[in-house]
């Protein structure tokens, strides 16, 4: 009894499964596509991406830190005006200008007009209360220009000299930071690009195999109703139909998310994010395969070893310290300072003769200072000396990770290509196994069940191979990144 209407149900089947077919919201529709070529992507990226945007604008930093450090050696005009008022009489009034002029040698130029008028003007600004008594209003003008010089400390170099050489260096650091910087983006950019554009290979390839379920389906219910099949190829039919609907379902999923996770990369140039429309795809230009031999791996390391932007960073991160030690070494020597101004003065009411300047009228001046014990200088010169060789421990490490880098990236790339011809081959294979298996099905002589594992078996082999494709062209950005190649 139960298996009369088990059979009863099965013939009933072919006719439901077309049915369901019919309604299946999941049927895939044609629409029209627009493709998203890899080197337009990389143009968007390098454009208007807000990490480009940022590391474009290192260099123009670097310019500012060096404008900065240039005005240290920036004239300096200054005043100064003092007074006091006793008894309504104006007891003294000092006015002060003056302007200084640093030098990249360490030697400052001065020149100035001391006026100082009042009844009691101070004795070190000239002799007029000898003259007057303190009992008249006088004035006078002192015009000086003299120089300072140091003869010990900071004769070589100093603490502005010294910054302005590593603002100098910090152009060429903030330079190779911005190539890092943008190489490390698109980089990231490439990996993204192609993991889509994988994504997508195989979702057109689950997209086909669950049509030819579909027609396959058709072809079967025909073929019962005809009586030249048994209605049970309709359930194994179903049954793969079904399994090839799920595996489209999972596909479309990576697919769309693939598409968010590149939309990260995509920005105008308002610096508003872009969204990738469902109908642009991705396009495999750019996988394609290229030879690449060992000499050019070889040339690759070893303009690596000059030109790598991390390693540049490194090499001027050193040249630095060294800055800074050489400046750690001036500061043990004793500081002694020489300063000469010659002056000519003026009182009011009379104009004396010019004097001989350098031989009677002028001021000098003679400092010195030195710490007992120096332990603040030599502290400072051994953290730079340390500070050195830990530059130099990092540069030796750097160029050996990089070679490193580069030999990975060229044995992935290597690996992938063979790989790429073995899956060929294989996939050429299945297909023909697939095909003469689709024949002999056709003349009776096999299953749908072998069918449908033959094509299992190619569609893996088919799937395998797009993301060989993908890993090839991701190694190959992958190698240009790790040799430091400039990717823009």
């Known amino acids: ?3 009369s209407i088990f059979l009863k149900h099965i013939k009933l089947f072919p006719a439901l499964l077309a049915f369901l077919i019919c309604l299946n919201p999941n049927a895939i529709k044609a629409q029209d596509t627009s493709l998203l070529v890899f080197d337009a992507f990389y143009d968007q990226v390098i454009k208007f991406h807000p990490i480009a945007k940022a590391a ?19 004239p300096v005009v200054q005043t100064n005006i003092r007074g006091k008022q006793t008894n309504d009489k104006n007891s003294f009034q000092y006015i002060e200008p003056q302007i200084k002029i640093p030098t990249f040698p ?9 006026q100082s008028s009042g009844i009691s003007v101070s004795p070190e600004q000239g002799k007029f209360n000898e003259l007057t008594g303190g009992t008249r209003d006088v004035q006078y003008q002192l ?23 590593h603002a100098q260096l910090l152009q060429g650091l903030n330079q190779a930071e911005q190539i890092s910087q943008i190489n490390k983006l698109l980089l990231d950019a490439a990996k ?20 030819l379920a579909q027609n396959r389906i058709n072809f079967i219910v025909q073929r ?27 596909q479309t999923l990576v697919f769309q998310n693939a598409g968010l996770t590149i939309s990260n990369f995509l920005w105008n140039e308002q610096n508003q994010p872009l969204i990738l429309s469902p109908a642009v795809i991705p396009s495999p230009l750019g996988s394609n395969v290229e030879k690449i031999s060992r000499d050019s791996i070889q040339r690759l390391t070893e303009n690596a070893n000059t030109l790598h932007p991390d390693l540049q960073k490194l090499q001027f991160k050193l040249k630095q310290s060294e800055l800074d030690r050489k400046l750690a070494v001036e500061n043990l020597k004793p500081q002694l ?11 009011a009411g009379s104009r004396d003769e010019v004097d001989a300047l350098f031989m009677r009228n002028y001021k000098y001046g003679l400092s010195f200072y030195s710490s007992v014990f120096l332990r603040k200088e030599r502290g400072k010169l051994q953290l730079t000396n340390y500070k050195i060789q830990q530059n130099q421990f990092q540069l030796q490490q750097g160029k050996r990770e990089i070679e490193n880098r580069i030999l990975i990236a060229y044995n992935q790339l290597v690996t992938a290509e063979q790989m790429i011809n073995i899956q060929q081959r294989l996939v050429l294979n299945a297909s023909l196994l697939r095909n003469a298996e689709e024949m002999r099905f056709e003349s009776g002589e096999s299953s749908l069940f072998l069918i449908n594992q033959r094509e299992r078996a190619l569609l893996e082999a088919q799937s395998k191979l797009a993301e060989l494709s993908a890993k090839y062209a991701k190694a190959k950005y992958q190698l240009q990144w790790a040799s430091g190649t400039k990717l823009f």
Do not use: C, H
């Open 56 to 74: 474009n604008l290192l260099p123009e930093m670097a310019k500012a830190e060096l404008r900065s450090a240039r005005g240290a050696f920036d």
């Open 1 to 3: 009894m139960k298996s």
């Open 106 to 114: 360490g030697v400052d130029f001065k020149a100035g007009l001391d």
């Open 337 to 347: 300072n020489l300063e000469y101004i010659p002056f000519q003065t003026y009182t």
């Open 192 to 211: 993204v690009y192609w993991d889509w554009q994988q994504s997508y290979a195989q979702y057109k390839l689950m997209q086909e195999n669950f049509l």
């Open 143 to 165: 015009f000086y220009a003299g120089v300072s010089v140091p003869l010990l400390r900071g004769l070589i170099t100093d603490e502005r000299r010294n910054e302005l050489r």
């Open 224 to 250: 019962i109703n005809a009586g030249e099949e048994k209605p049970i190829d309709s359930v194994e039919a179903w049954v793969e139909y079904q399994r090839r609907e799920a595996l489209l379902l999972e």
